[in-house]
């Protein structure tokens, strides 16, 4: 594996410096997700495309495997493949200087049936493709093609470790740090909250956030604008007693909802969360008007009251 500027890979195989990170000397593969633990880690450097290679050389099968892909706008596969070729020589001298483990060595010398000269990871743009040991005379192939083979990765985000899961979600028992590596990683009271916490070094946005403008429309009007008909559903406007009734009775604020609907909802969505305590604000703004209003007319009062008893 390594990292890339690449865009595509139809100039054919990546030529440059990689990384080893599996190797099995035998594996089959199974239907469904088969899993490679590397004995290697790989660094991602967060920005760049990643080219990733595999090769494997078989002496003879009986069948052929299949790998899921995603249609792509770009060369996003390079493929060679070919059948005991390779060889530096004529056709039919496939010369090793020892045959691979296991298999019987063909006289005279060291010509190995079966396998190619040049096998997995030696291919180059530039090999033969012809059949070389005279097994099966057919020639081989390379090419690219628009497609992106399927691939998912088990991986550490600093020291949490995250995984991808096989729907469309991503699943981590750990928590999750939205920011620079210097952030997340810092151990200043902000930063990391604990399992199951998210949190982000600049802002969280949120898509759906529900506008509370038809407080303050309703009360002074008495309705409520078309556009703001949902979010107005279920509000009504309470004077300072209806509340402090309300909060004696449901031990909770009018505008907010308790602890039943959290845990019947299973929690809030943050924009639901963030217009209840907007309407709140709204709603609180009300009530010191009424307050202020009262006020008034208390001064007003006590004003002529005493007025009236210094004329006697």
Not at 215 to 244: C, L, N, P
């Amino acid at each position: 594996m390594t990292n890339t500027v690449l865009g595509g890979l139809g100039g054919g195989f990546y030529v440059g410096p990689m990384t080893t990170v599996y190797t099995n000397p035998s594996f089959v593969p199974v239907v469904g997700w088969n899993a490679h633990a590397f004995s290697t880690p790989f660094g991602w450097n967060g920005s760049s495309n990643v080219v990733v290679e595999y090769c494997f050389n078989n002496n003879n099968w009986t069948g052929n495997s299949t790998v899921a892909f995603d249609a792509t706008t770009y060369a996003g596969l390079f493929g060679s493949y070919c059948d005991a070729c390779g060889s530096l020589f004529a056709p039919g001298t496939c010369y090793f200087n020892t045959c691979p483990p296991g298999t019987a060595q063909a006289a005279p010398g060291v010509l190995c049936t079966g396998y190619s000269h040049t096998g997995g990871c030696q291919h180059t743009t530039g090999m033969p493709m012809t059949t070389c040991d005279g097994t099966f005379q057919f020639t081989g192939q390379q090419g690219a093609a628009n497609k992106h083979p399927q691939i998912r990765f088990y991986c550490k985000v600093g020291s949490l470790v995250q995984t991808d899961s096989i729907a469309d979600y991503m699943y981590t028992p750990h928590g999750i740090m939205v920011g620079t590596a210097a952030w997340a990683s810092s151990i200043a009271p902000f930063a990391f909250q604990g399992p199951g916490t998210i949190s982000a070094q600049f802002q969280v946005w949120g898509g759906n956030l529900l506008l509370s403008d038809h407080v303050f429309h309703r009360y002074y009007t008495g309705e409520v604008k078309e556009e703001d008909a949902q979010a107005a559903r279920g509000y009504q406007h309470r004077s300072i007693d209806e509340m402090a009734e309300f909060i004696a009775n449901n031990r909770h604020l009018p505008t907010i909802q308790g602890r039943k609907a959290w845990e019947e909802q299973g929690g809030f969505i943050v924009d639901d969360l963030n217009t209840q305590l907007w309407v709140t604000v709204e709603e609180q703004a009300l009530h010191i008007k009424e307050l202020n209003e009262r006020m008034e007319l208390l001064q007003k009062y006590l004003i002529e009251k005493r007025l009236a008893e210094l004329k006697r």
